[in-house]
């Protein structure tokens, strides 16, 4: 699947995989893919690159690698330690209900996911999550659909939004509804809606 892929969108699969190990998740899932969009696009402006289109709608849309880790931390957890009673009680006092986000992460990444200990990871014991695959399978489609020749961070990001269920879907829409998403990459694509 992955000789599609534009360098661009290889990198950014590359610092998903590095946010994944930064966090200390022993997989890559959509929450990492939406995160190696913006680190990704961060890296290349650093050269002089120009920002991918993925970026900057992320960016207008209010999402930066901040405010995406942050998210991240605040629904899956750092992988460093468990909550204690006290930061559970916090949680719940804003509104966070740790039993549904765990049922929600078991549902998605099988039961126990936040209870298996395991070794550091390292990208060769890296896996991606069922949701992550089909992400990114998706994102092959929408490039195909696009009339696209090779897979670049916009389709990864098209792909995060068709998929619609992950942790990604749910951190792009604390800032807007996915549809609305979808409609200001395919307009800064040039394609009609």
Known sequence: ???????????????????????????????????GLVDAAREDGANGASTTIAATVLSASGLNAVYIRSQIIRLVGDGANG???????????????????????????????????????????????ARAKKALGLSVREARQLG?????????????????????????????PLPTLRERVLAELGTAV
């Not at 590359?14 to 939406?34: C, D, F, I, K, P």
């Open 1 to 35: 699947m992955f000789e599609r892929f534009s360098p661009s969108a290889r990198a950014t699969v590359v610092a998903a995989r590095s946010e994944a190990r930064r966090l200390r998740h022993q997989y890559v899932g959509t929450e990492h893919l939406l995160l």
């Open 83 to 129: 909550l204690g009673d006290d930061e559970a009680s916090a949680l719940h006092s804003i509104g966070i209900d740790l039993d549904a986000v765990r049922s929600r992460l078991e549902e998605s990444f099988g039961e126990g996911v936040l209870d298996r200990p395991g070794p550091e990871p390292t990208a060769s014991r890296m896996p991606f999550t």
């Open 148 to 176: 696209s020749g090779s897979l670049e961070p916009e389709h990864i990001l098209l792909g995060l939004i068709r998929e619609g269920a992950g942790v990604a879907a749910m951190i792009l829409t604390t800032k807007a």
